[in-house]
């Protein structure tokens, strides 16, 4: 099954029978989708390995390094265009060890490289192509190469050969210029200056880069290519909470109601794409990313509870059911990705001929789908339609379920699309993205009460934690059975909230028992205390010629500013003080570059959001979980992203159970009264009186939330 797709994505078996290749290389080994879909490439290829140097080292050539992921389009054009020529090929592996690396199974090789190609460059992407000496020193990259000179890029042949040469004539300078590189992206890894002045006056000053960078008519960042930009929207929805008068929440609703509107949303299947290859977000690259639709899922969410407004909870729960439908295993586990291409061409699977749609719509249909989207004969995208529709009053495209009429024309169209080739899916499940999915579907459930969101994330978390607890730790890739690498700072860190949150949805203790021992391990593998900086990669990790530590949130929050955003809450719930003084330590040294660049420190500046101003502390004690559940909904009446919450919805008065609860402050000698929840309110653990109806409850939430209420 796995092969009909590969050969639907990509033009392989075509190639294939005009060179009479039909052997496979070292690649059908392995089990990432992405080096699986070059097993049958001429080039002799090397998964990235002690193997692959000790060849480069005893045929004295260069490693070549490949680096990429399976639903990368250019990934895809240059393995077509190269990687499949016969002779180019054959430069390949007469002069050069090739080595392949799936960028999402082995961030830490590609974020080492990326640096070195960036220094190099000043510019970096996939697929990324860098030339290492046999010790993996880096001393020439580039991202994508042509098989022809164009566009004042040389030809991949041409570079190969002059890259075989320096490396046989050159040799000493060759490697002084790669030490100078390891050098230069070691040091340029290091912490920045480390600020004591952590003040509100630090957020101000990333609200008005924000705005200075905002695109007031089209919403998003930028004039041109444009990215979600999730983290750093979810810091200008804290900003609008403080600062209500500013226009944060108006930048956040504009970017949501255009991309909601633009083809990046697949306004047929649910989902967003990758990005916008346009400043209107109507033309997207066609990649569907997992971490994206988690993240923004959760955006939108969160704008819901803000502002009430009903587009954006139907677009969360519309993620939510692709997800759900397209992108989960029989064991909840979520997969990562979907391509851009099929049938080898980019977005084949979701534009629309004109005339096309004109057939397949009665006439009523096809009236009422062109008032409600944009249509034209001409096209948007290459002579077709990617459906988009301008945002109106009360007008929300498909996502308007009232009308009854819009919802047969998306089913009629969703089956037609159906019968297409789709494109390719990468089913490995990464750690990280999962939990990022997770804790999205249980702030859904938050929202709409509906525990069927609440289930997607507690059989996802379960599927999770028995791949670790039976496969000897933390693991990043999974797919088939098989741990495709092991845990990151980021598993690490999205594991540990993802325990927290499961904790505030469930009030079983056993989760928090988890996010402790996840807090404790995150610490011992990934601390380094004479440094006072967080490493991606374990301390008994693979030694590469540096060990990687990236701060700055990229797509996906890093590793650093999950650790630390789950670390604080830790250090609250347990009273912790050396976690307290690392969150201490990571935010005085992010913090003033946060301020100056928030589109990369988003994340970050949520975190320091959470640590400047006052942090709820909510613990709630109850015999009987229902009531302890009706108690914990009031917290997501109001947008309350600054708080802790720690809970016991079994409690007992045994004393066996109690040792269990009695080490957390805010449970400390609490106990609910007799068939009622009892919750407590607290700042710095000194607490408001106890309360034992949601009603009570509500007002003392209000009244911390308003003061000018009191």
């Not at 974020?111 to 000496?133: D, N, R």
């Not at 999770?464 to 990043?476: C, E, K, T």
């Not at 490493?535 to 008994?540: A, I, K, L, V």
Request: hydrophobic letters at 35%.
């Amino acid at each position: 099954m796995a092969r009909v797709q590969l050969v639907n994505r990509s033009p392989t078996l075509h190639m294939q029978l005009v060179h009479g290749h039909d052997m496979t290389n070292r690649l059908s080994k392995e089990s990432s989708p992405y080096l699986l879909q070059h097993k049958n490439n001429p080039v002799d290829w090397f998964a990235w390995g002690k193997e692959a140097f000790e060849e480069a080292k005893s045929r004295d050539v260069p490693i070549l390094l490949s680096i990429g992921y399976s639903s990368c389009h250019w990934c895809h054009v240059m393995e077509y265009e190269s990687f499949e020529n016969e002779s180019i090929a054959k430069l390949m592996n007469q002069n050069f060890v090739s080595v392949k690396v799936d960028r999402e199974e082995r961030p830490d090789i590609d974020s080492i490289y990326m640096s070195a190609v960036q220094s190099m460059t000043g510019q970096g992407g996939w697929p990324l192509t860098v030339f290492l000496t046999g010790d993996g020193l880096p001393f020439f990259g580039g991202t994508y190469y042509p098989p022809e000179a164009r566009g004042g890029m040389p030809g991949f042949p041409q570079l190969l050969s002059s890259i075989s040469d320096a490396y046989k004539d050159r040799r000493s300078e060759i490697e002084e210029s790669g030490s100078y590189l390891r050098d230069h992206i070691k040091q340029s890894a290091q912490s920045p200056h480390t600020d004591d002045n952590m003040e509100p006056v630090l957020l101000d000053r990333a609200y008005q880069q924000l705005s200075t960078q905002h695109d007031w008519e089209s919403g998003g960042f930028g004039n041109s290519i444009k990215f979600p930009q999730t983290m750093a929207l979810e810091f200008l929805l804290r900003y609008h909470q403080k600062h209500p008068t500013s226009q944060a929440l108006e930048m956040v609703e504009l970017s949501l109601q255009k991309m909601a509107s633009g083809g990046m949303y697949d306004q047929l299947g649910g989902g967003f794409h990758r990005y916008s290859t346009d400043k209107n977000w109507i033309v997207p690259h066609f990649e569907k990313m997992l971490y994206d639709n988690a993240l923004l899922s959760r955006l939108y969410i969160h704008a819901y509870l803000i502002t009430g407004r009903k587009l954006y909870i139907d677009v969360a729960e519309d993620i939510f059911r692709y997800i759900d439908n397209e992108m989960t295993d029989k064991l909840g586990l979520f997969y990562s990705a979907e391509d851009a291409d099929s049938d080898g061409k980019e977005g084949t699977y979701y534009i629309w001929d004109y005339e096309e749609l004109q057939q397949i719509l009665d006439e009523q249909e096809f009236k009422q789908l062109q008032s409600a989207f944009t249509l034209s004969p001409k096209g948007n995208f290459e002579g077709k339609n990617i459906l988009h529709y301008t945002l109106s009053g009360t007008h929300l495209g498909f996502l308007d379920s009232d009308d009854l009429n819009l919802q047969a024309i998306r089913a009629k169209l969703t089956k037609q699309r159906a019968v297409r080739n789709k494109p390719f899916r990468d089913e490995k499940n990464l750690l990280s993205w999962n939990a990022l999915m997770s804790l999205s579907f249980i702030d859904g459930y938050f929202i709409t009460k509906d525990e069927k969101w609440l289930n997607k994330a507690i059989l996802n978390a379960n599927s999770l934690l028995s791949i670790v607890d039976n496969d000897s730790g933390v693991f990043h890739s999974y797919k088939a059975g098989k741990v495709g690498s092991y845990g990151y700072l980021e598993d690490y860190a999205a594991l540990l909230l993802l325990m927290l949150s499961l904790h505030e949805a469930t009030l079983d203790l056993d989760w928090l028992t988890r996010a402790e021992f996840f807090g404790e391990s995150l610490i011992q593998l990934f601390w380094d205390s004479h440094e006072s900086r967080l490493y991606d990669t374990p301390q008994d990790g693979e030694t590469l010629i540096i060990r990687p530590g990236e701060s700055y949130d990229n797509a996906t929050p890093s590793g650093s500013s999950m650790a630390v955003e789950g670390l604080y809450k830790l250090s609250i719930i347990t009273n912790n003080k050396q976690y307290r003084n690392i969150v201490i330590s990571l935010l005085a040294s992010t913090s003033n570059i946060a301020s100056e660049h928030p589109i990369s420190f988003g994340n970050w500046l949520c975190v320091l959001d959470s640590f400047l101003y006052p942090t709820l502390e909510i613990a709630i004690v109850a015999e009987d979980h229902e009531n302890a559940i009706k108690m914990r909904d009031c917290l997501f009446e109001s947008y309350i992203p600054n708080h802790i919450f720690c809970g016991n919805a079994y409690f007992s008065r045994s004393e066996k159970f109690r040792n269990k609860w009695d080490s957390y402050p805010l449970l400390t000698e609490r106990e609910p009264e007799s068939n009622k929840a009892t919750a407590f309110l607290c700042e710095n653990y000194a607490c408001e009186l106890p309360v034992s109806s949601p009603k009570e409850f509500l007002d003392l939430i209000r009244q911390k939330i308003n003061p000018a209420q009191k």
